[in-house]
C-alpha cells in the first residue's frame, strides 16, 4: 500500500510540475468541447427529449474519464520504457502485482479525478447536474479502471510500449467518436447500434446520460453494468499476464 | 559467508542469444569482487540477473542466502543497484528522485529525510538538490544514481559500469563511497571495462568473456597465471588480455 501511495503522489508531484500542460489538459480542452459542442451547438440543434447539451455533456464527461487513465497509466509505462523509470520500479522491494496495482490505482484516481473536474465545468458552464450521483459515481469508477486495465494490456502486449502506443492511438479516435460520446445510444440504427455494444465506452457514456437525465433515452443499467463488468474481467487476467510477461524478466 | 552464489548459471534472451552460459562465482560478505569484460560479454545480464530483474533460464543464484525467485522483494530490500544506464525520473527534481526512491522501498519520512540531506551533502549535490534531471550532467547524474544506490542503507551494492564514461574526480569520489561501504562491513558486485579501476577496488576480478567465466582470482593471482610479476601494476590488464585474446 506504501508503494501504491508512493506511486499516486510521485504522479501528482509530476503533474504539479508542469502545471500549465495539467491545467489544459484537465480544464481548458474539456470546456472547449462543453463551449462549442454544448453551448454553442447544442443551442442550435434540435433533439427530441431536451436539448443536445444534455446527451454531448455525459460523453464529455466519459472522454475525460479515460483520458486520466491514459495519461497516468500510459504516461507511467512509455516513461517507463523511454527513461527506464520501470526499472526504478521495478528495483523498489515490492512484487510484480503490487507496481501493477500501483499504476492501476494511479489509473483510477486520475480518470475520477478528470471526471470530478469535467462535472463542475457541465455544471458550471451548461447548468446540468447529475440526477442520480450513486449511479454516476459507479459507472464513472467502473470506466476509469476499465480504462487503467485497457491502457495497459495495449501498451504491455506488443513486444515495447512504443509498438502499444501505435495502436493506442489508432484505436483511441474510434474509441472515443463511435462510443456513443457525442450521441446517445438510442440515436443509432443498426448495424451501428452493434459495432457500438462492442466499445467500452458505449456503457460509460451511456450509464453517465443515464446518471445526468433518467428522463431521456438511455441503455438500461442493466445492460451498462453487465458491459462494464464483462469487460473489466476479461482485463483483469489479461492485464496480469500481460504485466508479468513483459516485466518478470526486464529487458528493456 | 557467501552473500552472492551463483551456480551453473545461463541466460538466454527470448531473441535465443545466449548471453551468460555456464557462470558459477562466490563473492564473500565483505568482499568487493569485479567482473570485468569486453561489451557484450554478458556483464549486465549477470548485473540483472542478481538484481532480481532477470530470472536465469538454468542454473541456481543466491543473494544474501536467499533464492531470487522466492525472496525477490526481501532481496531488493536489501541490495542497492546502480544499473548501466540512468533511470533518474524525468519529472522530478534530484532531491525528490532520493525521496520517492526512499519511498518506493517502503521508508518512513523520519528515516529518509535525514538520510536525502546526508547524501546529497556527501555527493556535492545539494546546489543541484531542486533541479530538474533533465538539466544534469553526465556526471552529476551518476552522483544521483549512486545516492540512491546508498541511502536504502543496502548490504549489497551491485553497480553495473558505475563509473563509466565519468570524470577523474567524479570517479575518485564513487571510489570513495565504496571504500567506506566496504569498510562498514558491505559487500560489492561491479562490472567494469577498467583494468584499473578492477585492479585498484577490488578484492577479487573475474573475466567474463563470450558468457562464460574465463579467469577469476585476486590481483595478484591473475598477474601470476598470466606469468607477471604480481608485485608490479597491470597484472589485471595482462591476465584480460590474456583470457579474452585478441578480441579486443
Not at chain 1, 504485466?243 to 526486464?250: G, N, P
Request: charged share 15%; proline share 5%; with cysteine.
Amino acid at each position: 500500500m506504501k508503494f501504491v501511495l508512493a506511486l499516486l503522489h510521485r504522479n501528482a508531484t509530476a503533474d504539479l510540475a508542469a502545471a500549465k500542460l495539467t491545467t489544459v489538459r484537465m480544464l481548458v480542452q474539456p470546456a472547449i468541447y462543453l463551449f462549442v459542442f454544448g453551448y454553442v451547438v447544442g443551442g442550435m440543434l434540435p433533439t427530441q427529449g431536451g436539448g443536445y447539451a444534455g446527451i454531448m455533456a455525459p460523453g464529455i464527461v466519459a472522454i475525460s474519464l479515460i483520458t486520466g487513465p491514459f495519461v497516468s497509466v500510459g504516461g507511467g509505462v512509455i516513461s517507463g520504457y523511454y527513461f527506464r523509470t520501470m526499472e526504478e520500479w521495478l528495483l523498489a522491494p515490492v512484487s510484480l502485482r503490487a507496481i501493477l496495482a500501483a499504476l492501476v490505482f494511479g489509473g483510477l484516481c486520475y480518470g475520477l479525478a478528470g471526471g470530478a473536474v469535467v462535472a463542475v465545468l457541465v455544471w458550471g458552464i451548461l447548468g446540468l447536474a447529475p440526477q442520480n450521483v450513486g449511479y454516476m459515481v459507479l459507472t464513472a469508477t467502473a470506466g476509469a479502471l476499465l480504462f487503467s486495465l485497457f491502457t495497459l494490456v495495449l501498451l504491455l502486449v506488443p513486444e515495447t510500449p512504443d509498438k502499444g502506443q501505435e495502436v493506442f492511438s489508432f484505436l483511441m479516435m474510434p474509441m472515443t467518436f463511435f462510443g456513443c460520446t457525442f450521441y446517445s445510444y438510442d440515436m443509432l440504427g443498426a448495424p451501428f447500434s452493434y459495432l457500438a455494444l462492442l466499445l467500452p465506452t458505449t456503457y460509460i457514456a451511456e450509464g453517465l446520460r443515464a446518471a445526468y437525465s433518467p428522463a431521456s433515452p438511455h441503455m438500461e443499467a442493466g445492460a451498462v453494468l453487465a458491459g462494464l463488468s464483462l469487460a473489466t474481467a476479461v482485463l483483469i487476467p489479461l492485464a496480469d499476464w500481460a504485466f508479468r510477461r513483459r516485466l518478470r524478466d526486464f529487458t528493456w | 559467508m557467501t552473500a552472492v552464489f551463483v551456480d551453473n548459471v545461463a541466460f538466454v534472451y527470448p531473441s535465443g542469444v545466449k548471453a551468460v552460459e555456464g557462470l558459477s562465482m562466490r563473492v564473500r560478505h565483505g568482499e568487493v569482487y569485479g567482473l570485468l569484460g569486453l561489451n557484450g560479454a554478458g556483464k549486465t545480464s549477470v548485473i540483472k540477473m542478481l538484481a532480481t530483474l532477470l530470472r536465469p533460464t538454468a542454473g541456481n543464484i543466491r543473494i544474501l542466502g536467499l533464492d531470487p525467485r522466492e525472496n525477490p522483494a526481501e532481496i531488493k530490500r536489501r541490495i542497492g543497484v546502480v544499473p548501466q544506464e540512468n533511470n533518474l525520473d524525468t519529472y522530478l527534481d534530484v532531491r525528490q528522485n532520493l525521496i520517492f526512491h526512499c519511498r518506493y522501498a517502503g521508508l518512513a519520512k523520519t528515516v529518509y529525510a535525514p538520510r536525502v540531506d546526508e547524501w546529497l551533502a556527501l555527493l556535492g549535490l545539494e546546489g543541484k538538490a531542486a533541479e530538474s534531471v533533465l538539466r544534469l550532467s553526465g556526471g552529476t547524474k551518476r552522483k544521483a544514481m549512486l545516492a540512491k544506490a546508498f541511502i536504502t542503507g543496502p548490504e549489497l551494492l551491485i553497480l553495473d559500469e558505475p563509473t563509466a564514461g565519468l570524470d577523474p574526480d567524479v570517479r575518485a569520489l564513487l571510489w570513495d563511497r565504496v571504500g567506506e561501504f566496504r569498510r562498514n562491513g558491505g559487500t560489492v558486485f561491479l562490472s567494469t571495462h577498467y583494468l584499473e579501476e578492477a585492479e585498484r577496488l577490488c578484492d577479487r576480478v573475474g573475466i567474463l568473456h563470450g558468457g562464460r567465466l574465463v579467469a577469476e582470482g585476486t590481483a595478484a593471482e591473475l598477474a601470476h597465471k598470466a606469468g607477471r610479476d604480481a608485485t608490479q601494476p597491470g597484472g589485471v590488464e595482462a591476465a584480460f588480455r590474456r583470457a579474452v585474446g585478441g578480441c579486443q
